[in-house]
């Protein structure tokens, strides 16, 4: 018996990994997030008994996981994106290693890579940015001050920030104080479903943007001049310059 925490991808069933698809195909139990998970993904898991952890409490998803390891059953519990991400892993890895149930964690592919992808965009463009900051704006979950927005904003960095688009006013607010008014951004709804939206605009006419296409919530903020602006070519596929695998032309 064992739980198998599964990222289940940002919403296009094809993104599931196929190591986690064949956990589906055996789990007896399934124990989902109803908000974000695409549902068709349970088609893969036709044996299983199903339930919804949106309308669970902590102490109910444990509890089920649980009365699965008395009955030998494993049980697949999938998160959406990568359970690492805004997943609330930890506090049901701690639980079970502390009541001595086995488990494992299968990765998945995070949302703000597929909104980078439904953009079409390289977070770690040569001479533009080599870092990517991931984020999001204080809701109910409080955020440490240090990490507050306009502090991560002075770097100037790429910044995928989730969780906050029903704040894009207070988004903007913040990286006005370090970012260009002129920096690019992106919101991407739903990214890699069959409805996935895409606005993209400036600092300057985001906010206006979002509330005229209505988008409210399942979005990802995406920010930086990685979105739009000239870069160098990589170094990695530079015929002048060598490396371990190739040699530089004469
Ligand atoms: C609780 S977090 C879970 C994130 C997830 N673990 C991941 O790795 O993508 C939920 C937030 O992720 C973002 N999100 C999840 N799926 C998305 C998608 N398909 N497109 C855009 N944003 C998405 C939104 O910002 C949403 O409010």
Known sequence: MKVYFIGAGPGDPELL??????????????IY????VNPEILDYAPQAEVYNSAGMTLEEVL?????ASEKDQTVARVHTGDPSIYGALQEQIDYLKEVGIAYQIIPGVSSFLAAAAAVEREFTLPDVSQTVI???LEGRTPVPEKERLHKLAKHNTSLAIFLSVHMISDVVEELKEEYPIKTPIAVVQKASWSDERVVQGQLS?????VKTAEIT?????LVGDFLDSDYQHSKLYDKNFSHQFRQAEE
Do not use: P, W
Request: glycine share 6%; no cysteine; charged share 35%.
């Open 17 to 30: 990994t196929i190591k986690a698809k064949k956990v589906l195909e055996k789990a007896e139990i399934v």
């Open 33 to 36: 997030a109803g908000s974000l």
């Open 63 to 67: 509890g089920k996981m649980e009365e």
């Open 134 to 136: 991931v984020t999001r």
């Open 205 to 209: 006419n985001i906010v206006e943007q």
């Open 217 to 221: 919530k399942t979005a990802m903020i």
